[in-house]
């Protein structure tokens, strides 16, 4: 009898995962291959792999959308399918923008701090987003409004860099150049993270469609 219920365990999660739940893995996925592809990109010189990964977090993005309709037509939100939602989007949002932009050329001492600052904010938006959710809510059982721009808006930020490789403007093209501060380089252009990160983190309200 234990030895049938050892081998039931690794499916019992699984059985708890909602229609919803596989579209944010569908999520994470995307994620996590646009992050193969910008190492790849790295490796090889081979632009193509930028495309790749920036068109993976498009993909990401979509399934982001499909999960939450998903969600809400079959009336399945769950905690655990919000905190799956959130790891995924840390990784295809959070994680994988800031990589595709080192990928690109931010590669500074103080580019990684910006970059680093990014997916903090970006997780911390998310944190802040599941504790406040039910009061957000207002008993309605539907958030009205997010506090802070969602993490997903980081798609803007691949779509600059994508046209940015589409006209070859990365690595030592980088637009803006670069500027060395106390023997450590910056790039103008990785403030585009900042900013995004913050507007995360603030308190602008924003209706949710």
């Not at 809510?137 to 993490?151: L, M, N, Q, R, W």
Request: aromatic share 12%; proline share 3%; hydrophobic share 50%.
């Amino acid at each position: 009898m234990m030895t049938t219920d050892m081998h039931n365990k690794p499916f019992s999660m699984i059985r708890e995962f909602h229609l919803a739940d596989w579209f944010t893995l569908g999520n994470a996925i995307c994620g996590t291959a646009g992050l193969f592809s910008i190492i790849t990109y790295v490796q090889t010189g081979s632009v193509r792999h930028i495309y790749f990964a920036c068109a993976l977090v498009l993909a990401a993005l979509i399934f982001d959308v499909i999960d939450g309709r998903v969600a809400r037509w079959r009336q399945t939100h769950s905690a655990m399918g919000r905190e799956l939602d959130s790891l995924a989007d840390v990784v295809s949002f959070g994680v994988t923008p800031a990589v595709i932009g080192y990928g690109c050329g931010m590669q500074g001492l103080y580019d990684r701090v910006v970059l680093g600052y990014f997916v903090a904010c970006g997780v911390s938006r998310l944190a802040r987003y599941n504790v406040t959710a039910e009061e957000l809510a207002d008993g309605t059982g539907k958030v009205k409004y997010f506090e802070g721009t969602p993490i997903p808006t980081s798609a803007v930020l691949v779509c600059v860099l994508m046209l940015a490789a589409y006209l070859d403007a990365i690595g030592a093209q980088l637009w803006f150049g670069e500027v060395s501060i106390a023997g450590y380089l910056f790039h103008p252009l990785v403030l585009i993270y900042g900013i995004s990160g913050s507007l995360m983190i603030s308190r602008i309200r924003i209706p949710k469609l």
